[in-house]
Every structure is written in structure tokens, then in C-alpha cells.
């Protein structure tokens, strides 16, 4: 209880005090606060969207599992071309004349996606299964011309492919091997198999998705998902979250170039919205020393508007 006059308040005999419970007032405004938060969790938050996995992705669009695995091992896909940091590739490489961030990195996070998506999880499943082994021995031995129209013939196929119980079937025709790897590349992924050893690793912790997502963006599905949920580029996307509002609205700012030209218009929108962003922040930084802007207040006295009530208070002084 708080009821003690000071020393101030006793010269003052006019002055009122009354009894005042600190403790009281703080545990009402907790559990208000606890009721007002719990009410907008419940009728205000977003819904909690499962996480998308290769699993769920070839569960519900086998044919573009099927035609993204194709891709994969024929090294047609965007990962195969995309450049640093995990292959060699240009598709993806984004510069403004000699400065390129992504070049100068250089490759350290490698991706062999014929090998990392298709072959090796496949080799790891295949134990004692003889057709499994025979088929991929078989793809291996051949040449890359031959590997290439195999890929190709079965990727027009896949065109008009049919799902029937969450298989793929195609036309007849010389696809090789082809087929029976990616049948058997489906159902590790159906069971979701093919997720856990995309995930494998050296280390205790398997927290490296980068594999499993780069497998997942070369297809359409997960772009498609993006594009309902409203979470691409030119969607405002980097501040929306999945389901509801209200995202990351602090993000505004850095996503708001991607909606206006020249930025929605090139190939390396990242890299000129990063270097946008960065003249930006520098000159917010270095306002107090550059000539001119730092005298703007002075020329349009806008805080006197604000502080009028100090600046009021300061004339009236003698």
C-alpha cells in the first residue's frame, strides 16, 4: 500500500492522497492482457498449414513428382543449371557488370542432383531387390546420348501420363530403365522414405533441408501451393505468411521493389533490391553528414508542429 505523503506533498496540505495497491493493479493488468491475447490467438490467428514434404508432394501430384524426378536425372532441371553455391551452372547467376556476389562465393554447398535425388536414394533402397539393381546398372552403363533420349521420350510421355492409385502409367515406348527408377523413387517417396535420405547426413542434428527443398522448387506443386497462399514475388509474398494475416509487415519496405519497375521486370531483381536496400540503410545512417538533407528540418519545421505545445511553453518565458 502506497499512502506516504513526501516531504513536497507535506507543504502542500491541499494536496489529496489516496491508498494505492501497486501489486493489485499489476496482477489485474496481467490477466487482462493473458484474456485480450488469448481472445485474438483464438479468433484471429492463422491456421497452422502443415509443412509441405516430398511425401505429401507425391501423394497428391504423382505425375509432376514423377516428371521433376525425370528432369533430375537427366540434369534438365533448374537446380542442374542454377549456379552457385551448388553447381557450376549460369542460369541462375545474378550481377550488375563485375559485381556478383554469387560468383565470388563459388560453389560450397554441391549438389549432384542425378546422384543426391534419383541414384543414390534408390541404391540405398535397393538391398536385395535384383530388378532394382539390374535397372540401375543398366542406366549407368549407357551412354549420355542414349540417357538423353530415353529422358526425352519418356518426358513426352509423362505428358499425358495417367495417375491410377497413386502410379503413373504412360504410353509404350523405349524409355530404357527409366520407368522402373522412377516407379520405384515414387514409392520411397509415397511411404516417405526418399525424404529421410535426402535428409541424411554426417552430423547428429539432420536440420539441412536444402536438398529436399531445391528436389521439391524444380517441380510445379510447391509453387503451385506458393501461388494460392499468396507468398510469390509479385504477391508481396516476403510479407505474407501462410493462411492469414499479418505476416512480416516489417518486411514492406524490401519487398515493395520487387513489385515496381525496373526491379519486376530483370533477372537479377535480388541482387539490385539487396544493393537498393543497402544505398538506402547507408543513407538513413549518414543523414546528420550529408549536406543538404541533414538541413531539412530547418527548411520545413515539421517537429515545431509536434513540439508546439514545448516551443509555446518556451516563448512565454521571460
Do not use: C
Not at 483464438?42 to 509432376?64: E, G, H, K, M, R
Request: proline residues 7%; negative net charge; aromatic residues 10%.
Amino acid at each position: 500500500m502506497i499512502n506516504e505523503r513526501t516531504p513536497a506533498q507535506l507543504d502542500e496540505p491541499d494536496v489529496r492522497t489516496v491508498p494505492y495497491d501497486l501489486i493489485k493493479e499489476i496482477a489485474i493488468a496481467m490477466v487482462v492482457s493473458l484474456v485480450v491475447i488469448i481472445g485474438f490467438a483464438l479468433f484471429l490467428s492463422s491456421p497452422d498449414v502443415p509443412s509441405v514434404t516430398i511425401q505429401s508432394w507425391s501423394a497428391a501430384d504423382p505425375a509432376d513428382f514423377v516428371t521433376t524426378a525425370n528432369d533430375e536425372l537427366a540434369g534438365a532441371s533448374t537446380t542442374a543449371n542454377y549456379g552457385p553455391p551448388y553447381n557450376n551452372g549460369t542460369e541462375s547467376v545474378q550481377s550488375i557488370g563485375p559485381i556478383s556476389p554469387q560468383s565470388w562465393a563459388g560453389v560450397h554447398a554441391n549438389v549432384d542432383q542425378p546422384h543426391d535425388f534419383v541414384i543414390n536414394p534408390l541404391k540405398q533402397a535397393a538391398g536385395n531387390d535384383s530388378q532394382l539393381t539390374t535397372a540401375i546398372g543398366a542406366y549407368e552403363a549407357a551412354s549420355a546420348e542414349q540417357q538423353g533420349k530415353w529422358h526425352d521420350a519418356y518426358a513426352k510421355a509423362l505428358q499425358d501420363a495417367k495417375v491410377s492409385n497413386g502410379q503413373v502409367t504412360v504410353a509404350s515406348g523405349d524409355y530404357g530403365p527409366v520407368p522402373e527408377m522412377m516407379s520405384r523413387l515414387l514409392q520411397l517417396a509415397q511411404t516417405g522414405a526418399l525424404d529421410g535420405l535426402l535428409l541424411s547426413s554426417n552430423h547428429f542434428y539432420q536440420t539441412d533441408y536444402t536438398k529436399p527443398l531445391l528436389f521439391m522448387n524444380d517441380g510445379g506443386y510447391l509453387a503451385g501451393l506458393a501461388q494460392d497462399q499468396h507468398l510469390t514475388g509479385t504477391q508481396w509474398g516476403m510479407m505474407n505468411e501462410t493462411g492469414l494475416y499479418p505476416g512480416q509487415t516489417w518486411l514492406w519496405l524490401y519487398t515493395l521493389w520487387y513489385q515496381v519497375p525496373p526491379f519486376n521486370g530483370v533477372s537479377n531483381a535480388d541482387l539490385l533490391v539487396v544493393l537498393m536496400m543497402v544505398i538506402l540503410t547507408l543513407l538513413l545512417m549518414l543523414v546528420p553528414l550529408i549536406p543538404g538533407l541533414r538541413d531539412i528540418p530547418r527548411w520545413i519545421p515539421i517537429y515545431r508542429v509536434i513540439w508546439r505545445g514545448y516551443y509555446a511553453s518556451r516563448s512565454r518565458k521571460p
